[in-house]
């Protein structure tokens, strides 16, 4: 059962345009939720969270954006560049308990 | 992903030989983090600890797995009598203190390979 779900395997843009990474919840214990970036070989880098009380945060080129009641989430990156070309998980945690729970990943690739 | 120190970076076992994963959480922190990735998949959460306590184990194996945060030293996952199925990515994770609006930060893994 796949309480965090991210869609889309992969994704292309061209750089300079928006980016947009989607990733859905079924847990409505949930109330906190992060995006992380990944490299290959390397560990997940934290890139910005937000908290159920909210439905918007901002941090230079990367907005998330919440949809409570839609249970649903997305990462904006806002102009993309070559460098961000990675994997993008979505995670959540909530309900008294610390762990995370991931989404399965979004490739984003930038094209120059 | 400077900060919370993983060792070894790699890990070749034979099949029925036991694996030893240590991480040392960024200074600080106290709280420490085990997931596993397997190929094609997200992270899965396999075990929390606090120092010389198991916090949450609900996503570690019920046998052949254990981990250990002690007084002193990194924090160890331990996988007994290895087989093929344990061929993973194996993260780290730390954070400062429990609760909201605290990120876990995540170290560079152990790749173990299982023969």
């Known amino acids: 059962d796949q309480q965090v779900k991210q869609n889309s395997p992969s994704l292309s843009v061209q750089e300079g345009r928006i980016s947009i990474l989607n990733c859905d919840y079924t847990?409505?214990?949930?109330?906190?939720f992060l995006w992380y970036k990944k490299y290959p070989a390397e560990g997940p880098t934290f890139l910005i969270s937000i908290s159920s009380i909210k439905d918007k945060n901002e941090d230079g080129r990367f907005t998330v954006f919440l949809n409570k009641s839609a249970k649903h989430l997305s990462l904006h990156i806002v102009p993309s560049q070559p460098g961000d070309s990675a994997v993008y998980f979505c995670a959540a945690t909530g309900g008294g308990s610390e762990k995370l729970v991931f989404g399965k990943g979004t490739k984003l690739t930038v094209n120059p | 992903n400077a900060g919370v120190m993983q060792n070894p970076r790699h890990l070749v076992r034979r099949r029925g030989q036991e694996a030893r994963l240590r991480c040392s959480p960024m200074?600080?922190?106290?709280?420490v983090y085990w997931y596993r990735q397997l190929p094609e998949e997200g992270l899965k959460f396999m075990v929390y600890l606090q120092k010389e306590n198991i916090i949450d184990e609900s996503g570690m194996p019920k046998e052949r797995f254990s981990a250990e945060f002690p007084k002193e030293g990194p924090s160890i996952l331990r996988i007994q009598q290895v087989v093929r199925g344990d061929s993973a990515a194996y993260f780290c994770?730390?954070?400062?203190?429990?609760?909201?609006?605290?990120?876990?930060?995540f170290g560079d893994g152990t790749r173990l390979s299982i023969l």
């Open positions: 994770a730390s954070s400062p203190q429990s609760g909201r609006g605290q990120p876990q930060h």
């Open positions: 200074k600080g922190h106290s709280h």
């Open positions: 847990n409505s214990m949930f109330d906190y």
